[in-house]
């Protein structure tokens, strides 16, 4: 790769987000063939006490955990333990009868039965009729029945319940559609997580340190941020109603401080650029680093293949509501979306699979290229600004060879 192009990665960064105030700093990593190309350190930990940005900051990776958890999840997989069609409730039997919303709302609300059981596939591909309740809807976005039944019972990963009693609520309300009939982002990744410590027998957070984690070295990686780390915490970001960038978490206050009474399979972790990099090398490698395998090349091909219906990519199949990804010439697998047409999705990489995270956080890889690439920030939401869309095209545009 070419590096004078490489650099223009930073001066894109600097000169449009990070000098005008628009970002308060960023990380960037691109590597291709198992070596790092480019990396840059750019701006600040935080705006109010003006702190350069470290090298090793700790980021709130948000979604980016998801493809974390559906690694866990896709080990016990090999393992034997279930199957892609398996029916969830064999696991988690309060959800063997569950009803789908067909009109109406609160108490005037019309269910049917579902057509179809949902399945382990439905769960890890977005596609169970699961959603986020009204947490990622746009300012003045109607809410739609079923995400005001979440609203109504406090169904989320910030409610202070655990995993097994935010599951028990999931079971009170309707789905938003029928199991593989189509896709919306949602919370079902964070049942992963509680499938992952109903299926193992350990506590997911256990399960992921002791499976993933310490294995691969990520040591600055977990759901929470440890004392003695917090002084490299970058503060996170959004813009409130006068266009002011505010804290919204800061190491001082910070929500990662103590461990999670629910850890989020589908949000949860922090950790760094450098650990990130590990995890991106372990999905390059066909699931093996440093001679610590977790996953089969041929699993990994399988999570990464697009399991949408019909092979048909997001805009045929995706909800109202916001995701991590623009829908045009997209799929979706197991933990990863999935570039299927680079002329509908606008950028080259088709083959990749990648995912980001609500702080405007991005990765992918792809595996035809041999490269991988992580972009850390930390401003919520993530569609405040189109990074991803450029990043690529400066990642691909400087593919020479």
């Known amino acids: ?11 894109w960064l600097q000169r449009d987000f990070i000098d005008t105030g628009r970002l308060p700093g960023a990380q960037l990593l691109v590597a291709r063939r198992g070596e790092v190309v480019h990396r840059a350190t750019l701006g600040r930990m935080d705006v109010e006490r003006d702190r350069p940005l470290r090298d090793d900051a700790l980021w709130r990776i948000y979604s980016m955990t998801k493809p974390i958890t559906s690694v866990a999840l896709m080990m016990l997989w090999e393992e034997g333990r279930f199957t892609l069609n398996d029916p969830v409730h064999r696991f988690i039997p309060a959800w063997r009868d ?15 039965p579902a057509r179809q059981p949902m ?34 019972l406090d169904i989320g990963t910030r409610s202070g319940d655990t995993l097994e009693a935010m599951v028990d609520k999931l079971a009170r309300v309707p789905l938003r559609f029928d199991p593989g009939s189509a896709w919306q982002y949602s919370l079902a990744t964070d049942v992963c997580g509680h499938l992952v410590q109903v299926i193992s027998g350990q506590p997911f957070e256990t399960f992921v340190h002791e499976r993933i984690l310490a294995p691969l070295g990520m040591t600055d990686t977990g759901f929470h941020v440890p004392a003695d780390k917090l002084d490299r915490l970058t503060t996170c970001y959004r813009y409130d109603a006068r266009r002011l960038m505010v804290p919204v978490d800061t190491p001082e206050r910070s929500a990662f401080a103590q461990p999670p009474v629910l850890p989020s399979g589908g949000g949860g972790l922090v950790g760094t650029l450098a650990d990130y990099h590990r995890f991106c090398e372990l999905l390059r ?117």
Not at 1 to 11: S, V
Not at 98 to 112: C, D, H, I, P, Y
Not at 302 to 324: C, I, K, T, Y
Not at 377 to 390: A, C, K, M, V, W
Request: overall charge neutral; aromatic content about 8%.
């Open 1 to 11: 790769m070419a590096p004078d192009r490489l650099r223009r990665l930073d001066d």
């Open 98 to 112: 569950l009803r789908v919303w067909e009109a109406g709302r609160g108490e005037l609300m019309r269910t049917r």
């Open 119 to 152: 399945t382990m596939r439905h769960i890890l591909s977005h596609t169970a009729g699961l959603t986020y309740g009204s947490a990622l809807l746009a300012p003045g976005q109607q809410a739609h029945p079923v995400e005001e039944a979440y609203a109504a």
């Open 285 to 401: 490698r066909g699931g093996e680093l440093d001679g610590v395998r977790l996953l089969g090349p041929r699993t990994l091909a399988l999570m990464r293949a697009n399991h949408l219906p019909g092979g048909r990519d997001l805009v045929a199949l995706a909800q109202d509501g916001f995701s991590e990804t623009a829908n045009a010439g997209i799929g979706f697998g197991l933990g990863f979306a999935t570039t299927l047409c680079s002329v509908a999705a606008g950028v080259p990489g088709a083959g990749d699979f990648f995912w980001g995270g609500m702080a405007s956080t991005i990765f992918w890889v792809d595996p035809h290229e041999d490269l991988a690439a992580i972009l850390m920030t930390q401003l919520i939401p993530s569609r405040t600004y189109n990074l991803r869309g450029p990043m690529k095209g400066l990642v691909y545009s400087s593919i020479l060879d």
